[in-house]
DNA sequence: ATGGTTGCCGCGCAA
């Protein structure tokens, strides 16, 4: 079973990008963010047609997620708990009714820039919420994956110009330190427990030639319950979706579970 | 490089 993660920056504006690289990798389980869109606008039947289900918990302009699956979902949540007057969407979780029961939780964690701020300040709570969500789904024992978009550089070997970020949201040590707790719940960060190397990005600005300059930053994480980090088989960035055609500016991320 | 680019039912903002 292979699971990904794909902020595809706009449904409208990656409506041949994404079912381009769904039919070239095949994957079973994937989570969108920044579908930027309502639910109602959301082009399902298209999906449908190539036999995913589909689950959306859409906002207008902005934000925006949601889970493709080839097998059922059940147990559907939308928006992340912990703060009820939180209207952005950004968490979308469902249970994979596939060969192996899977949770899978996607979220597109806040930027955060400019820091010091309020924006920043909001990703810190949600980083807080998240890993008290994270508490509550590990103590169930069970296979569960929280993939998407971290907004989180963890390392200084996951940027190409780590000097360039230091006072970014995406690295300040207040960040690291808040993923890295999530680390210490006892997650494992699936790419980075296979491939210790420097220069795995999976996102590169559209701005000053990041893309050709080879200036990527690694953002989009998948971080394993015990349970589901022992059915790792292999994991991958599909980098060269970056040099397509009309390209979002991150790529897909992705596991392949036993079974 | 105080710029640069992309997407959003835009009229600036978020990334």
Partial sequence: MKIATFNINGIKARIEALP???NEAQPDVVCLQEIKSIDENFPREL??????RVETHGQKSFNGVAILSKYPLSDVTRGLPGDETDEQARWIE???EGPQLVRVCGLYLPNGNPAPGPKYEYKLAWMARLEERMKALLALEEPVIFLGDYNVIPQAIDAARPEAWTEDALF??????????????GLTEAVRTRNPAQGLYTFWDYQANSWERGNGIRIDHLLMSPQAADLIEETGIDKDVRAGDKPSDHVPVWVRLAA
Avoid at 47 to 52: K, L, Q, R, T, V
Avoid at 174 to 184: D, I, V, Y
């Fill in 94 to 96: 469902a249970l994979v």
């Fill in 47 to 52: 999906f449908e047609e190539m036999g995913y």
């Fill in 172 to 185: 300040l040590p207040q960040t690291r330190a808040a993923f890295r707790r999530m680390l210490n719940l």
């Fill in 20 to 22: 381009r690289w769904l």
